[in-house]
T-cell receptor
């Protein structure tokens, strides 16, 4: 089946630093990828839609200058959390749709900002 | 009102029981419905993907969609301890439109 690979799975960073999360579609091309954020005991919240070769589309309330998204190829999208603060600590998950089937998710990245 | 409503549980059942998980939704544009299983600290895993109203069966899992009542269900037969996880329902209107998730129901299957 289609696989979406996400790295790193866990990262701890100091407040004020930036963190990059990678999302790769391993056996299919993804012109569109999605980035979600999930807080404990809460649902997945879409942050932005990443489009290959063009600017990402951000959901209302998501700071585009803080959460930089780059989709430079048909198999790779990256999310960079800039100047991270403790309130950015969360579980970040990417997703893509390999054809006319449901969306496939990566394994997620747990970010802890100290 | 949330677009997708789901009881967070937790729901505890004995091993071998039939599990019924349910969601309601409010967006009439939803045409596609999904059920995901999420283990702790992992990404969601797609279990069922259905279009419009009707039933779909895959092994021990059966998904039902009733668009007239905006009600979606997932049934798990012969539940196993390994089924213990959080189950998320979701809907979207097609193409690459935004997928909206429920909060997830935490299921525990007791040996």
């Amino acid at each position: 089946g289609a696989v979406v690979s996400q790295h790193p799975s866990r990262v701890i960073c100091k407040s004020g630093t930036s963190v990059k999360i990678e999302c790769r579609s391993l056996d299919f091309q993804a012109t569109t990828m999605f980035w979600y954020r999930q807080f404990p005991k809460q649902s997945l919240m879409l942050m932005a839609t990443s489009n290959e070769g063009s600017k990402a589309t951000y959901e209302q309330g998501v700071e585009k200058d803080k959460f930089l998204i780059n989709h430079a190829s048909l198999t790779l999208s990256t999310l960079t959390v800039t100047s991270a603060h403790p309130e950015d600590s969360s579980f970040y998950i990417c997703s893509a749709r390999p054809g006319e089937v449901g969306y496939t998710f990566g394994s997620g990245t747990r970010l802890t900002v100290v | 009102q949330k677009e997708v409503e789901q009881d967070p549980g937790p729901l505890s059942v004995p091993e071998g029981a039939i599990v019924s998980l349910n969601c309601t939704y409010s967006n009439s544009a939803f045409q596609y419905f999904m059920w995901y299983r999420q283990y702790s600290r992992k990404g969601p895993e797609l279990l069922m993907y259905t279009y419009s109203s009707g039933n779909k069966e895959d092994g021990r899992f059966t998904a039902q969609v009733d668009k007239s009542s905006k009600y979606i269900s997932l049934f798990i037969r012969d539940s196993q301890p390994s089924d213990s996880a959080t189950y998320l329902c979701a809907g979207h209107s097609g193409g690459y439109q935004k997928v909206t998730f429920g909060i997830g129901t935490k299921l525990q299957v007791i040996p």
